[in-house]
């Protein structure tokens, strides 16, 4: 079965400074991979997917994510951190070969809650 | 845009009640899907459904029921509310694809009293 692990559920960063946010999955094949964001009171929006090809995905927002399939990885970046940033970031995987529909497989993270410093 | 709209943002209902959540979206989307989200949980899928009349069990279905009438409608029941229901519900819709994005609206937030 897939999942996805969110390592830190609370991360703060200066201002100007850079985002990581990291997210590690488990998939019996190469998955599909996400990004969404919450902002407060807001449903969640897509940042960025990767599906096949390059393995650097470039997001909206100047986000961006590097799927690297020998460690499991698929950490959000962005180099230089804004106030309008603040938000929830969840990361998550997508079985493309247990899937009968489309997104029903989708398998979230918890959420990183993503705090700016001015 | 895609607009996916939920009916209510916040929804306080008392133990053994009825409860119905309603979901619209006003973009031909195929699938829609119900999901509750709760602090250190993420999402957790409800339901979901890819076609009118059609439905299927998400992760978590026990407690819940589902309508889908209409293409661009798709209702969430509580048969009889209890307190560990009390959650934000999130509405999402996407087209038929495994790779396409969801559209999520706003979200109701349901206190069970």
């Known amino acids: 079965a897939q999942s996805v692990t969110q390592l830190g559920s609370h991360v703060s960063v200066s201002e100007g400074a850079l985002v990581l946010l990291r997210c590690n999955y488990s998939?019996?094949?190469?998955?599909?991979l996400f990004w969404y964001v919450q902002y407060p009171n807001q449903g969640l929006q897509l940042l960025l997917k990767?599906?096949?090809?390059?393995?650097l995905v470039k997001g909206i927002n100047g986000f961006e994510a590097e799927f690297k399939k020998s460690e499991t990885s698929f950490h959000l970046t962005k180099p230089s951190a804004h106030m309008s940033d603040a938000a929830e970031y969840f990361c998550?995987?997508?079985?493309?070969?247990?899937?009968?529909?489309?997104?029903?497989?989708?398998?979230f993270g918890t959420g990183t809650r993503l705090t700016i410093i001015p | 845009d895609v607009k996916v709209t939920q009916s209510s943002r916040y929804l306080v209902k008392r133990t053994g009640e009825k409860v119905f959540l309603e979901c619209v979206q006003d973009?031909?989307?195929?699938?829609m899907f119900w999901y509750r989200q709760d602090p250190g949980l993420g999402l957790r899928l409800i339901y979901f459904?890819?076609?009118?009349?059609?439905?299927e069990k998400g992760d978590i279905p026990e407690g819940y029921s589902v309508s889908r009438e209409k293409k661009e409608r798709f209702s969430l029941i509580l048969e009889s509310a209890s307190t560990n229901q009390t959650s934000m519900y999130l509405c999402?819709?996407?087209?038929?694809?495994?790779?396409?994005?969801?559209?999520f609206g706003s979200g109701t937030q349901l206190s069970v009293l």
């Open positions: 999402a819709s996407s087209w038929g694809l495994i790779n396409e994005k969801l559209f």
């Open positions: 998939s019996s094949v190469p998955p599909y």
């Open positions: 990767y599906t096949t090809g390059a393995t």
């Open positions: 998550a995987v997508s079985d493309p070969k247990i899937s009968n529909f489309g997104n029903e497989k989708l398998t």
């Open positions: 973009m031909d989307h195929e699938n």
């Open positions: 459904s890819y076609d009118v009349k059609m439905k």
